[in-house]
């Protein structure tokens, strides 16, 4: 049971706000934000995506950097309501086509009729597009995607320049074509989100996929849709070889630990051929989500070197390697590395003729930050920090820093080989 629906933009500003049963202050959106922005509690950086607040639960989750939270007073399975709230923004961006701050102010009465229609005295009703369709009669005001900026990796569809057809997927599920003409179109995309973690001498400790068939439909007359993946998928992990990577003659299976379907999708010849069947329903949806732990290459490398230079000072030396091929472009790529808690400055210094690249040291939390705005496939990149230390460090440089982590987004490429036709 939802007791408030609200979305607030990264500044804090109240879009959007829907009371259901008025169990909740008013403030709440206020209070939700000042304690989100000041998090620091168990020394984590960023607010988990559930908390209570003088007896008010909060969830919360970042889409396309906005932020979708819900409240209530009873204790309601916080799985559930994230989920929820992931289908709720689903469900806005397949009516908007586009889902940012823009799009919600200038479609405000269409976002408020679908959040009655999705809710009713904090009770979900229905999170199909299909079936709102039946119920919701505003109309789209279309945002311009021309003039967007890139969005981040949660920008499903809309990255890169070598997506499909550029600005196709960015309509709304309920608009015509010029003319009163519907669109006869589909979008699959393969999204695939990688957890790797490497030792200090650069071996593999654990490896993880978790992937995403993502379909976008604007088909009429819900014509039957049949995907084929590779012939050799095997579900199930098979004993083999640890951490070594595939050989040659191996190279075409993919094993996947687990994974699930969407309700729409059949399995009648899946054991047979690896074939699904479905009659898509309109709007964004996962047709398969899976799970694979199989050893795999990782599609970066980084190496990690420090050198303390006397009792004050440090230098840290990070290097990047692109282990895929040069046809492919990572984009907006950032590195990040705790360091120690003494240290009271850092002076950067990037490799000559760098392009795109930026660095940064957070002081209140100690970290260095690297952002490049991308790395060809086959190429490495290096950064050289030297730290200054407040004071002589009492322990080893070494233990107080790190572990390095690394977000990115490669359009065009996935890791597991997993295919669609």
Partial sequence: MISQFFVLSQRGDNIVFRDYRGEVQKGSAEIFFRKVKFWEDGGLQEAPPVFNVDGVNYFHVKVVGLLFVATTRVNTSPSFVLELLQRIARVIKDYLGILNEDSLRKNFVLVYELLDEVIDFGYVQTTSTELLKSYVFNEPLVIDAAHLSPLGPAAIFTQGTKRMPGIAVTKSVVATEPGGRKREEIFVDIIEKISITFSSSGYILTSEIDGTIQMKSYLSGNPEIRLALNDDLSIGRSQGPAYGYRSSSDSGTVILDDCNFHES??????????TLSLVPPDGEFPVMNYRLTQEFRPPFRINALIEEAGSLKAEVILKVSAEFASSVTANT????????????????ELEPGAVGQTTDFKEANKRLEWSLRKIVGGSEHTLRAKLTFSQESPVNVTKESGPVSMTFTIPMHNVSRLQVK
């Fill in 265 to 274: 999708v059949r399995l009648d010849s899946f054991d047979i051929d690896r």
């Fill in 333 to 348: 790529i950032k590195v990040q590395m705790p360091l120690p808690k003494c240290t009271s400055r850092v002076s950067f």
